[in-house]
């Protein structure tokens, strides 16, 4: 698709902003709003607040865009250099139904993307929070607790995914980059989610692939992704909220399950960083996925929020499961605070660091970033904010690579809608 067709696709998508107030009767049922009231949203509740009055269809959309001040080095001095100019926008059109009592439907489509030159259905799903279309109170008390989701969409691995950027959604982020290991992959799924007196469960599994088909080779060992999660998160007083939680993540394929790092197909936030003068580089450059076999996953979260102060974390490890072995090990602590008279400032820092072995006992390989910036949300679905990201590549693991002596650091000031 040529420039032109996308900047008219972003200016569409803009238009539609004015929407928002319009749909604001249109409220659909266990849903998470968009904008700020999405804010510190993971997964949807089982407050039934919403009455069903029939099939809604609620138009949304996301638009992201960048003015991006980053310089970068290695030590073989191979680097592109990079100037201080606009990001390419992003967009993204979400369709959400109604369908029935307890029903909804969720399609995402990118229709400005930096890794796609058209337009890209990013996923859609289906969410089940009653299942009175089968027989009026069918399994009731059951679905009190539950909610089954079934599509071709994000599964529901770690928290991390519930406020990374997805290509133009950024209005959850409080800074522009995701996390160095992004676990987030669009693949065939089903979950149940169990929620009851704040503990929480899910159990689900997805088929392991990204891009999806049914050929069989010589090559093919596909296996089946099975992935849950356990916590508590409970708002304990007026002041404090706490929240903690476990995920896990199992695909004993060879030719499965090597996506849950490299499933996101908008591309990394950060434009052209480690690219070299003769090579070039992917459009996923400042990320990093160790593209592990027979991959298993464990990520914790917790999740603090006392008055206007909040703290997220993570620490995840992810081993290779094939007999040369090596692991990764993530890191990050995030530090928001948020301040006005609606929460509509906010100051905050984040650290991440991943280190590990592509093999076992093989040569350490650690990457760190530091981000600090800040905010402002002009109104609930308009949001401003600048970042300072200063990212570094250390240890002998990346010796004759480009990535040795690697590092970028700069400035990023991104504008972004979301209703």
Sequence with gaps: MKTSIK???????????????????????????????????????????????????????????????????????????????????????????????????????????????????????????????????????FMKIATIRVGLDEFNYGDAHFRRTDNARAIYNPFVGNYIMDAFSTEAFGEVTLQSNGWLGVIGVTNGKLNQNVVVNDNTDNKLSFFGKLGYDNQLNDDLRLRLTGSWYINKGTSTGGYLYG????????????????QGGSDFEGRFNPRFAELTAIQINPFIQYQGLEFFGIYEVASNGVDNGGSFTQVAGEVIYRFGGQDQLYVGGRYNTVSGEMVENGPTMSINRVNIGGGWYLTKNVMAKVEYVSQKYEDNGWGGTKYQGGKFNGINIEATIGF
């Design 7 to 141: 900047i008219a696709l972003v200016a569409f998508l803009v238009s539609l902003a004015g929407l928002g107030y319009a749909q604001e009767s249109r409220q659909l049922q266990f849903f998470r709003p968009a904008g700020q009231d999405g804010l510190n949203v993971f997964e949807t509740g089982k407050q039934d607040t919403v009455p069903y009055t029939g099939l809604k269809v609620r138009l949304g959309g996301d638009f992201a865009m960048q003015f991006q001040g980053i310089d970068q080095e290695n030590a073989g001095d191979t680097l592109v250099e990079l100037g201080s100019n606009l990001n390419l926008p992003t967009a993204n059109l979400n369709v959400d139904v109604q369908l029935y009592d307890g029903v909804r439907m969720h399609l995402r489509t990118y229709l400005s993307a930096r890794h796609h030159e058209e337009s890209w259905v990013k996923g859609g799903h289906i969410q089940m929070d009653k299942l009175d279309f089968i027989k009026p109170g069918f399994l009731e008390g």
């Design 263 to 278: 499933g996101d197909r908008g591309g990394s936030r950060y434009y052209s960083v480690m690219h070299t003068l003769v």
